[in-house]
């Protein structure tokens, strides 16, 4: 269904919290889907209430804001929940999820989500667990944001970025554009392009066509770590943290 070769699932997901009884009973009300890489699990501004759970593979989660710029939210593994939020309050979609390796889910219907949060209370003290956490990340990159250089930044979400997709079943390969890597971050594109240029001539990563390999951790680690630069951001004050998005 997803779950490692010993059963588990990630460390700190959803369903890595949550009871394996209570994980079956979940999966047996929901039906399955596969998404190819591209491909939409649900789009911003949409109707539909149903809520995934991701059991392989990695997604994108992002938003169009009023003038039309695309921001890259997070990234999302198996054992986390997606399009919860549309789910149980019937609002339009906030955001848009994208499947950026192949994605096998479990469809939940809003109304069966709905039914299983009342007679599972322990399900909805996990969900909001799970809302916290995705804040508490989002403000901590305005911090990061707001006071480390471009390099650091990089470097960090790299090394994180390296962990999902390792999860997600693509090795050492971060299925993502330079561009999207740069939205993520909160820089121009072409500082993410300058910067990257840099961590390739260093042996660090080798970028491909919307992709980028990471080919030694320890040394990416050791550039995520140095604080001896002034920590202003060197991209000329465009780093804006991004909303968390369920």
Do not use: C
Not at 23 to 37: G, I, K, Q, T, Y
Request: overall charge neutral; proline content about 4%.
């Amino acid at each position: 269904m997803g779950a490692g070769d010993d059963g588990t699932w990630p460390e700190g997901t959803l369903l890595d919290r949550l009871a394996p009884a209570l994980v079956e009973s979940l999966v047996a009300l929901s039906r399955p889907r596969s998404f190819r890489r591209n491909q939409v699990l649900v789009a911003q501004g949409d109707d539909e209430r149903h809520a995934l759970l991701v059991v392989g593979g990695v997604v994108k989660v992002s938003a169009v804001d009023e003038q039309g710029g695309d921001a890259v939210l997070a990234l999302r593994r198996r054992g986390e929940m997606v399009g919860e939020l549309a789910a149980i309050t019937g609002e339009r979609r906030s955001a848009t999820v994208v499947a950026v390796a192949p994605v096998q889910t479990r469809v939940l219907a809003g109304s069966v989500l709905s039914a299983f949060l009342i007679e599972h209370p322990e399900l909805a003290r996990e969900i909001i667990r799970m809302q916290a956490h995705r804040l508490q990340w989002a403000n901590h990159r305005r911090v990061e944001f707001a006071n480390l250089p471009a390099k650091e930044r990089l470097a960090r979400t790299l090394l994180y970025l390296a962990d999902v997709f390792a999860e997600g079943g693509t090795g050492n390969q971060i299925a993502l554009s330079q561009g999207e890597l740069a939205s993520l971050v909160g820089v121009r594109l072409a500082t993410a392009e300058g910067v990257l240029r840099v961590l390739e001539d260093r042996g660090t990563i080798r970028r491909r066509y919307r992709a980028i390999d990471v080919l030694d951790r320890a040394g990416l680690a050791d550039i995520a770590r140095r604080t001896s630069e002034p920590l202003i951001p060197r991209d000329g004050g465009d780093a804006t943290a991004a909303p968390s998005a369920g």
